[in-house]
């Protein structure tokens, strides 16, 4: 059958506007936020590690008290101060340049569910050693984007003994905002109420008496993952 030219008008400019529309929503893809960087891109998802079988990131469990918190690369630093020698104002692309390691971690949460991950980033040590944590501090606050007045805190003690991580990434993923971007505490052997996501600041303070959300709610501020769930 032989289409009139008018038809075949039609036809080329909807094929044209089709593949436009397609283009536009591909560079949206690569272009629209941080997570969509193009370095992130050709991330690719670890399934093992160690010989052991990670949970996949569609299969953790995943808890927030006011939403997934929205944090701009770009933009994003990270406040420590409190009792230290130096106040430091630490940028995304600078946590990158401290030594990053990686831990085969299980996280457990007090609600009775657990995932196995793969985590990778900095030690808080390493931070701590450009900040000079002076002699009377004791804790350590992680303020964060939901909870400001400091979410939780975590023993310096601890910090130190166990060479707590701040995971950029997990399972070779950069950390998406829905899992706390810019990253993610990873407070090994502790509740995931002690693993703070979306931390803006870190104070280091001599008060442990200290409780934050969930701890002043009856938790346990000790946190054991096999200990109680309640002081």
């Known amino acids: 059958m032989r289409l009139s030219k008018k038809t075949t008008v039609i036809i080329f400019f909807v094929i044209i506007s089709i593949i436009l529309l397609s283009s536009g929503c591909t560079a949206c893809a690569v272009t629209n936020g941080a997570e969509n960087r193009e370095d992130q891109m050709s991330e690719v998802e670890a399934s093992e590690f160690q010989g052991v079988e990670l949970t996949p990131l569609n299969q953790q469990g995943n808890n927030a008290l006011a939403g997934t918190q929205h944090i701009d690369r770009e933009t994003y630093m990270l406040k420590v101060d409190g ?19 990686s831990w085969l971690m299980p996280m457990n949460c007090v609600e009775g569910w657990n995932f196995t991950a793969k985590w990778t980033g900095p030690q808080i040590n390493s931070i701590l050693e450009d900040a000079g944590a002076k002699q009377e501090a004791r804790i350590i606050i992680f303020r964060t984007a939901d909870v400001p007045e400091g979410y939780t805190s975590l023993e310096l003690d601890y910090i130190r003994d166990n060479n707590i991580l701040l995971a950029l990434k997990i399972n070779d993923l950069t950390l998406p905002p829905e899992r706390g971007f810019p990253f993610q505490v990873v407070a090994k052997s502790k509740f995931g109420y ?31 993952d096999k200990g109680p769930a309640f002081e």
């Open 194 to 224: 002690k693993w703070a996501k979306w931390v803006t600041g870190m104070e280091l303070s001599s008060d442990t008496d200290f409780r934050g959300y969930w701890e002043s709610a009856g938790y346990n501020n000790n946190a054991d």
């Open 83 to 101: 009792l230290v020698e130096n106040t430091l104002e630490i940028n995304y692309e600078q946590l990158l340049e401290y030594p990053q390691e």
